[in-house]
């Protein structure tokens, strides 16, 4: 793929709204929550899910992200991804809280 002589260059006339790439991606995983649906959900098109999980073996399994769109629960990649984004928010609140992301 041809590469242009602006961003070889490394200048570039394009600005990126950085607080918005924040807000997406905070989303995404907010609405792969798995369980009853919190207080501070933003999306309208989502109720309680996978409230039973488990109980068929007198096991609590409610609660958790599903992943890949398949409505899977997979902990190990999903609670690095959290952890990574819980750590954005450790070093970088002030970023998060100046876009509206932090409570």
């Known amino acids: 793929m041809p ?4 961003a070889a260059s490394g ?3 394009s600005s990126y709204n950085y607080g918005e790439a924040l807000q997406k991606s905070i989303m ?6 798995s369980g009853a649906k919190s207080a501070d959900q933003r ?13 068929d073996v007198g096991l609590d399994l409610t609660g958790g992200y599903y992943d890949a769109g398949d409505h899977v629960k997979f902990n190990l990649p999903m609670s690095y991804t959290s ?5 954005a928010a450790v070093v970088n609140k002030s970023a998060l ?7």
Do not use: H, I, K, P
Not at 3 to 6: E, G, I, P, R
Not at 97 to 103: I, K, L, M, N, R
């Open 3 to 6: 590469v242009s002589a602006a």
């Open 11 to 13: 200048t570039s006339t």
């Open 28 to 33: 995404f995983y907010e609405f792969q929550r």
């Open 43 to 55: 999306n309208n098109w989502r109720g309680d899910s996978g409230m039973s999980d488990g109980s």
């Open 83 to 87: 952890t990574m984004l819980a750590w």
């Open 97 to 103: 809280t100046s876009d509206g992301q932090y409570s």
